[in-house]
């Protein structure tokens, strides 16, 4: 279960993908996501909480617990594709390299 999240913290996950995206490297979806984490370079992940069925994401709480992630949950797969420059909702996303995010990434690390 991961805990609850504050808007502040939403809002730098959603700054940090968005700033990653342009200066960085993410991944896109759940499949991605889950073989960035497995191998350990993600240095944050984004799931969102609407996504059904849950099954789709359960898997990375527990693998980013391992890893020693960041994970953050956000409440929707449409902000969250919009974040990551999709036009299509999507469950899971991960900074691969920061690029101009390192300092948000650091401060949600805390």
């Known amino acids: 279960m991961v805990a609850e999240v504050s808007e502040e913290k939403i809002k730098k996950a959603y700054e940090a993908v968005e700033l990653a995206k342009k200066s960085g490297k993410i991944k896109k979806g759940v499949n991605e996501v889950t073989k960035i984490v497995e191998k350990g370079i993600a240095k944050l992940v984004l799931i969102a909480g609407d996504t059904s069925p849950k099954e789709v994401i359960m898997h990375l709480t527990p693998l980013c617990k391992e890893k020693n992630i960041i994970l953050v949950e956000v409440p929707s797969r449409e902000e969250l594709g919009a974040a ?13 390299k920061e690029g101009e995010a390192k300092t948000i990434i650091s401060s949600l690390a805390k």
């Open 84 to 96: 990551a420059g999709l036009s299509v909702p999507t469950a899971a996303v991960a900074v691969v």
